[in-house]
């Protein structure tokens, strides 16, 4: 079975600065995908950002990128130019390649702060 | 488009009363998953319908939980005898399903805090 690890419960950063959240994972698969989901509270789960494991390329998206390593099988966030906006719970997910099990697991999740 | 929606957006009822939670999914979305988090066990998987296949029940954590999805779209998540452990937020997740890009991407709903007494 998969399993997600985000060590870190909690992490404060000043606002105009750069965070990065870590996230391990382990997997006997070669074939998956992983996401980090931001929470705030508001409850509702927004997609942040997706990587495909058959990428070597890290994904970006605006302020928001990601460090890939396959081979270490750590896939960590990185928040430039952090926003009070970006004050919120992070999951960090899995997700098999395999169409018969699609489910997503899910890290214990980290409580990001922003100090203005 | 409109999101994932779920009612109700709480629910408070007392221990041993069964209890049915909504989710509309995305339209056009064939897959619908349900998750639960719980200040204990963070976020578990429940339950995943794809189109007209036989949905994957292996998260259910009792024969007291149960789920529908009619006619591909919406679905009600069904919690028999609840007890004060069901506490916890339910939420419903869409997806496109087989094909397409980004068809794996999961989008979720505001969730249903339950709260059993």
């Known amino acids: 079975a998969q399993t997600v690890t985000q060590s870190q419960p909690e992490m404060s950063v000043q606002e105009a600065e750069t965070v990065t959240l870590s996230c391990t994972y382990d997997?006997?698969?070669?074939?998956?995908?992983l996401f980090w989901y931001k929470q705030p509270p508001s409850r509702q789960m927004i997609l942040v950002i997706r990587?495909?494991?058959?990428?070597?390329q890290n994904a970006t998206e605006n302020r928001f990128s990601v460090n890939f390593q396959k081979a270490a099988k750590s896939f960590s966030l990185k928040i430039s130019d952090s926003q009070l906006g970006d004050a919120a719970m992070y999951f960090c997910?899995?997700?098999?390649?395999?169409?018969?099990?699609?489910?997503?697991?899910f890290g214990k999740g980290i409580t990001l702060s922003v100090r203005p | 488009g409109a999101g994932v929606s779920q009612s109700p957006s709480n629910k408070v009822t007392e221990k041993g009363k069964d209890v049915e939670l909504r989710c509309d999914p995305i339209?056009?979305?064939?897959?619908l998953y349900w998750y639960r988090q719980s200040l204990g066990q963070g976020l578990e998987f429940l339950i995943y319908?794809?189109?007209?296949?036989?949905?994957?029940k292996s998260g259910l954590p009792s024969d007291r939980f149960s789920a529908e999805r009619t006619g591909g779209s919406v679905s009600t998540l069904t919690i028999q005898r609840t007890q004060q452990e069901d506490s916890a937020v339910y939420l419903c997740?869409?997806?496109?399903?087989?094909?397409?890009?980004?068809?794996?991407?999961?989008?979720f709903g505001p969730g249903t805090r339950l709260t059993v007494t």
């Open positions: 997997t006997s698969e070669s074939d998956y995908y």
């Open positions: 990587q495909e494991a058959y990428k070597q």
């Open positions: 339209s056009g979305h064939t897959a």
């Open positions: 319908f794809q189109g007209n296949s036989a949905p994957d």
């Open positions: 997910a899995y997700r098999s390649a395999s169409g018969a099990n699609s489910k997503l697991t």
């Open positions: 997740a869409s997806s496109p399903g087989a094909g397409g890009p980004r068809s794996y991407e999961q989008y």
